[in-house]
T-cell receptor, first 113, second 114 residues
C-alpha cells in the first residue's frame, strides 16, 4: 500500500504568517509522530499521537505550535506567527502500534522569509 | 537527557569496501535502536531495528549490532556500492512506557565512489 504522504512538499511563507502542514499516515497505523529536521542535524521529536489524542507533546518548542488528529488518521501541524527560526524540514512518521518501526514521509520543507 | 552521537560525520570510500558506522548513546535504558537511511531531499527509510534484548540484526549486506550496556551500536555495510551513498542516522527509543520519541544522532554522510 501507499506510504506516509505529506503536503505540501515545499512551503514558503513570510514571517508572522500562519501555516498548516498535513500528514497522511499509512492506512491502519494507530501511532503518528511529527519531527523537525534542521540542516545538517538529525530529526528532533515534536509530538506523538496514539489514535486521536496527543500522547506526548513535550517536543513542541512553544505555544505557537499545535497539532491535531481529529479522526485518528490524517494529522495537521499548525504553526502560528511563523518566525525565521521555524525554517526546517517537518517530517511525519507512522507506526502500526506503539513501539513498532516508524515509517517516515518525505517531509515538508518550510521556509520562513 | 538522552544524547546520541555518530562518528564519523562523513565518510568517503571506494566501491567494494566494507565499512562500519558508529553510534553511541548516553542513556542505556532504551527500548530499541533503529538505523535509517536518508537520501538528499528525501524522508527517512528504516533499515534495521534492534530491540533492547537483541544483539544484532541483519538485512542483506547490512548488519547492525547493539551493546546496550556500553551504549554503542554499529552498522556494518559489506561490499559497498555507489547506491549506498546517503546519510545514515541512528535513533534510540526510551524504555519508559510512555516513551515514544526517537532521539536521533546527527548522521554519517557516506559517499561510495565508483
Amino acid at each position: 500500500g501507499a506510504g506516509v504522504s505529506q503536503t505540501p512538499s515545499n512551503k514558503v511563507t513570510e514571517k508572522g504568517k500562519y501555516v498548516e502542514l498535513r500528514c497522511d499516515p499509512i492506512s491502519g497505523h494507530t501511532a503518528l509522530y511529527w519531527y523537525r529536521q534542521s540542516l545538517g542535524q538529525g530529526p528532533e521529536f515534536l509530538i506523538y499521537f496514539q489514535g486521536t489524542g496527543a500522547a506526548d507533546d513535550s517536543g513542541l518548542p512553544n505555544d505557537r505550535f499545535f497539532a491535531v488528529r481529529p479522526e485518528g488518521s490524517v494529522s495537521t501541524l499548525k504553526i502560528q506567527r511563523t518566525e525565521r527560526g521555524d525554517s526546517a524540514v517537518y517530517l511525519c512518521a507512522s507506526s502500526l502500534m506503539f513501539g513498532d518501526t516508524q515509517y517516515f514521509g518525505p517531509g515538508t520543507r518550510l521556509t520562513v522569509l | 537527557k538522552q544524547e546520541v552521537t555518530q562518528i564519523p560525520a562523513a565518510l568517503s570510500v571506494p566501491e567494494g569496501e566494507n565499512l562500519v558506522l558508529n553510534c553511541s548513546f548516553t542513556d542505556s535504558a532504551i527500548y530499541n535502536l533503529q538505523w535509517f537511511r536518508q537520501d538528499p531531499g528525501k524522508g527517512l527509510t528504516s533499515l534495521l531495528l534492534i530491540q533492547s534484548s537483541q544483539r544484532e540484526q541483519t538485512s542483506g549486506r547490512l548488519n547492525a549490532s547493539l551493546d546496550k550496556s556500553s551504549g554503542r551500536s554499529t552498522l556494518y555495510i559489506a561490499a559497498s556500492q555507489p547506491g549506498d551513498s546517503a546519510t545514515y542516522l541512528c535513533a534510540v527509543r526510551p524504555m519508559e512506557t510512555s516513551g515514544s520519541r526517537l532521539t536521533f544522532g546527527e548522521g554519517t554522510q557516506l559517499t561510495v565512489n565508483p
